[in-house]
């Protein structure tokens, strides 16, 4: 019997939501001098706004001698086909960002980067960088 | 240890009762939320009497403002969203314990019930998340909650599920639909009520069919874990800094100085 599959499997010219973040937590480190650094997990507990969804993610900025703090700057989950995204944001980032509600969808890799470079420039992420990178230095941390 | 809480309004001038207020108290840690006068200015005049307390710069929650008698380099910080802020906090007796400082959006600008449901629950998880991080579960939450003791984010398994008696809180946690959930002890419903005045922490009158008038906003609750530690007679609602009245004639807070009364509680 002849295949029934298509001939090739040609992976998608798109780049995923982790792999956005995982290529933008590489320049962090290097823009603070080695303080601050982003890391994406998949969290234990899923909040019920992302139950439908097959895979969750959450963005944390951590100090590398800020032994266990974490800020985590966004929650996202999608299906097998990566977009749309979910989003929840940080309350104060999706103000400053003018969003009207702090968890949304995100239609596709475009509307993702975009995204990023508001939350990226967003003035509470500055402080909360700089504030990091501040506590770092202090004396028994 | 003597903790603090206090919603001070924005009073750009809170530091002439504040001050004396820390130093009746003897307080060792102290939260504010809505705090807008000179931190340094305080800090300074309290140890011009060796009463040293220190700022504990926060990474991303602005809404409260922490002071501790511990260094800022002692009191680690675990994690802080907009509305909440978790730090290991040194104790003198417990070595640390966690200690979580809170203020919630206000139901004035808005905010729906699903809002308190939602923050609740992000709060939950993050505190279950600290405990397991660090091993402790001796977690201290207090805070300007905007919302009463028997509101259902405060009640809710899934949420807080702080319970008014130590005798049901004890347990820890209980099972729903073969889920655990972990539990806190609600001290504030003792205090709520005329029997001993004030009645509760703020005063709000609105036409409608259902208002309570006084409130219970300004709460603290505690793991179980804490229960021998934590001296409930020393739970108090504050309503007058060294003699001088923080609440009107009628008992209600002064909104010349807060709208919020302050509360105080030991953790021995």
Same mark, same amino acid.
């Given at each position: 019997m &002849?295949s029934?599959w298509?001939e090739l499997?040609?992976e998608?010219?798109?780049?995923?939501?982790?792999?956005?973040?995982?290529i933008?937590?590489k320049?962090?480190?290097?823009l603070?001098?080695?303080?601050?650094?982003?890391?994406?997990?998949?969290?234990?507990?899923?909040?019920?706004?992302f139950?439908?969804?097959d895979?969750?993610?959450r963005?944390?900025?951590?100090? #590398?001698?800020? &032994?266990n703090?974490?800020?985590t700057?966004?929650t996202?989950?999608?299906?097998i086909?990566?977009?749309?995204?979910k989003?929840?944001?940080?309350?104060?980032?999706?103000? &400053?960002?003018?969003?009207?509600?702090?968890?949304?969808d995100?239609?596709?890799?475009?509307?993702?980067?975009?995204?990023?470079?508001?939350?990226f420039n967003s003035?509470?992420?500055?402080?909360?960088?700089?504030a990091i990178?501040?506590?770092?230095?202090?004396p028994?941390? | 240890?003597?903790?603090?809480?206090?919603?001070t309004?924005?009073?750009p001038?809170?530091n002439?009762?504040?001050e004396?207020l820390?130093?009746?108290?003897?307080c060792?840690v102290?939260l504010?939320?809505?705090y807008?006068?000179?931190v340094?200015?305080?800090?300074?005049?309290?140890s011009?009497n060796?009463?040293?307390?220190?700022?504990i710069p926060?990474?991303a929650?602005?809404?409260?403002?922490?002071?501790?008698?511990? #260094?800022?380099? +002692?009191?680690?910080?675990? +994690?802080?969203?907009?509305?909440?802020?978790?730090?290991?906090?040194?104790? #003198?007796?417990?070595?640390f314990?966690?200690?979580?400082?809170?203020?919630f959006?206000?139901?004035?600008?808005?905010?729906?019930?699903?809002? %308190?449901?939602?923050e609740?629950?992000?709060?939950?998880?993050?505190?279950?998340?600290?405990? $397991?991080?660090i091993g402790? $579960?001796?977690t201290?939450i207090?805070?300007?909650?905007?919302? +009463?003791?028997?509101e &259902?984010?405060?009640?809710?398994?899934?949420?807080?599920h702080?319970?008014?008696?130590?005798?049901?809180?004890?347990?820890? $946690?209980?099972i729903?639909?073969?889920?655990?959930?972990?539990?806190?002890?609600?001290?504030?419903?003792?205090?709520?009520?005329d029997?001993n005045?004030p009645?509760?922490?703020y005063y709000?009158?609105?036409?409608?069919?259902?208002?309570?008038f006084w409130?219970?906003f300004?709460?603290?609750i505690?793991?179980?874990?804490? %229960?021998?530690?934590?001296d409930?007679?020393?739970?108090?609602?504050?309503?007058?800094?060294?003699?001088?009245?923080?609440?009107n004639?009628?008992?209600?807070p #002064?909104q010349?100085?807060?709208?919020?009364?302050?509360?105080?509680?030991?953790?021995?």
């Amino acid at each position: 019997m &002849e295949s029934l599959w298509p001939e090739l499997f040609n992976e998608q010219d798109i780049k995923t939501p982790t792999e956005i973040l995982e290529i933008q937590a590489k320049f962090l480190p290097k823009l603070t001098k080695d303080m601050v650094y982003a890391e994406i997990v998949q969290p234990n507990e899923v909040h019920s706004a992302f139950i439908n969804y097959d895979f969750l993610f959450r963005l944390n900025l951590k100090g #590398k001698f800020l &032994e266990n703090y974490r800020f985590t700057v966004l929650t996202f989950a999608h299906n097998i086909s990566f977009y749309p995204v979910k989003i929840q944001l940080d309350k104060d980032i999706s103000v &400053e960002c003018g969003m009207t509600e702090n968890r949304f969808d995100l239609k596709n890799e475009y509307e993702f980067i975009s995204f990023l470079k508001d939350v990226f420039n967003s003035q509470k992420m500055r402080i909360v960088i700089t504030a990091i990178m501040k506590l770092s230095n202090l004396p028994n941390f | 240890m003597k903790y603090l809480f206090w919603n001070t309004f924005k009073n750009p001038e809170i530091n002439t009762f504040l001050e004396p207020l820390i130093r009746e108290q003897e307080c060792d840690v102290v939260l504010l939320a809505e705090y807008t006068d000179n931190v340094i200015d305080l800090l300074k005049n309290l140890s011009k009497n060796d009463y040293s307390l220190y700022l504990i710069p926060p990474i991303a929650c602005f809404r409260i403002t922490t002071l501790s008698i511990f #260094k800022p380099g +002692n009191v680690k910080p675990i +994690n802080s969203r907009t509305h909440f802020t978790i730090m290991q906090m040194p104790h #003198k007796t417990l070595g640390f314990h966690l200690l979580v400082g809170v203020h919630f959006p206000s139901k004035l600008h808005g905010n729906d019930h699903l809002t %308190f449901i939602a923050e609740s629950i992000d709060l939950k998880q993050c505190i279950e998340e600290a405990e $397991n991080l660090i091993g402790n $579960n001796k977690t201290v939450i207090v805070g300007d909650f905007n919302m +009463n003791p028997f509101e &259902e984010p405060m009640v809710g398994a899934l949420a807080l599920h702080s319970i008014p008696t130590q005798e049901e809180a004890k347990r820890g $946690n209980r099972i729903i639909n073969k889920r655990q959930y972990s539990m806190f002890y609600n001290p504030m419903w003792n205090l709520f009520g005329d029997k001993n005045m004030p009645a509760g922490t703020y005063y709000y009158s609105k036409s409608g069919h259902v208002t309570y008038f006084w409130n219970m906003f300004d709460q603290v609750i505690i793991r179980p874990s804490l %229960f021998d530690n934590f001296d409930i007679d020393s739970l108090k609602i504050i309503d007058k800094v060294n003699g001088t009245p923080l609440v009107n004639t009628n008992g209600r807070p #002064k909104q010349q100085i807060s709208d919020h009364l302050p509360i105080v509680f030991e953790i021995t």
